[in-house]
């Protein structure tokens, strides 16, 4: 397995359009979850899976915001009427828990602008 | 609400030189600690993590780290450090209570000098 793939790794868009991110997580893993980092900062927890399930999403997480994992494989986050603000990189992570830990892998991140 | 605070946004080091990256946190229960590193233009990658047992935590590539309760601490520490190193270290923890929910530090950016 080749661990955590998301794309696109960039995304350049204008203000008010809407984006989609995808991410793959390692293939037995059943937690997934999304961070947004922004520049200076550790990542901020977004939102997190569990099989096709969103067990909590983050305050964060404005109304524009929407994660989906439908098959408890894949999942996407999406982000209507984009704003200059969410310019961040997001970041997805998985795990499958052993035991009583829960260690995160994490992809490269999709860096967003909005222009 | 748990918080993780980075002391260091930067520190600058000779190679061979000790390094020590300092990291606190708050929590009113308790919880799992771990270091991420990030290099230039890559993922985040799990450096150590304590989950119980012994205090003091070390990774492959000579990385320690000492779980303090008494002071909330996490530091990480390197006695002799390589170029390589320079990357950005996240400090983070999560409620040991099967926690999902992983709080991080702002980093801190090390930068390892010829």
């Known amino acids: 397995d080749t661990g955590v793939s998301q794309n696109p790794r960039h995304k350049i868009t204008k203000r008010g359009q809407n984006v989609t991110f995808r991410c793959d997580p390692i293939s037995e893993h059943n937690r997934l979850y999304w961070y947004r980092q922004t520049l200076g900062q550790g990542p901020e927890f977004l939102t997190y899976f569990q099989n096709e399930a969103q067990l909590e999403k983050s305050r964060l997480l404005s109304d524009r915001f929407s994660a989906e994992r439908p098959k408890g494989s894949f999942s996407t986050l999406e982000i209507q009427r984009t704003e200059q603000g969410d310019s961040a990189m997001y970041l997805c992570?998985?795990?499958?828990?052993?035991?009583?830990?829960?260690?995160?892998?994490f992809g490269p991140g999709t860096r967003l602008t909005v222009l | 609400a748990q918080s993780v605070t980075q002391l260091d946004s930067q520190v600058p080091v000779f190679e061979e030189a000790p390094v020590e990256l300092r990291c606190n946190y708050s929590?009113?229960?308790?919880?799992?600690l771990f270091w991420y590193v990030q290099y230039p233009n890559q993922g985040l990658q799990l450096l150590l993590k304590?989950?119980?047992?012994?205090?003091l935590v070390e990774s492959i590539n000579g990385f320690e780290a000492e779980f303090n309760k008494s002071q909330t601490s996490f530091h990480l520490r390197k006695p002799s450090v390589h170029i390589s190193d320079t990357a950005e270290y996240f400090c983070a923890v999560s409620l040991n209570t099967g926690g999902f929910k992983t709080i991080f530090g702002a980093g801190t950016r090390l930068f390892v000098k010829a």
């Open positions: 929590s009113s229960v308790s919880v799992y």
């Open positions: 304590y989950l119980s047992g012994s205090t």
């Open positions: 992570a998985s795990s499958s828990p052993t035991g009583y830990t829960d260690t995160q892998y």
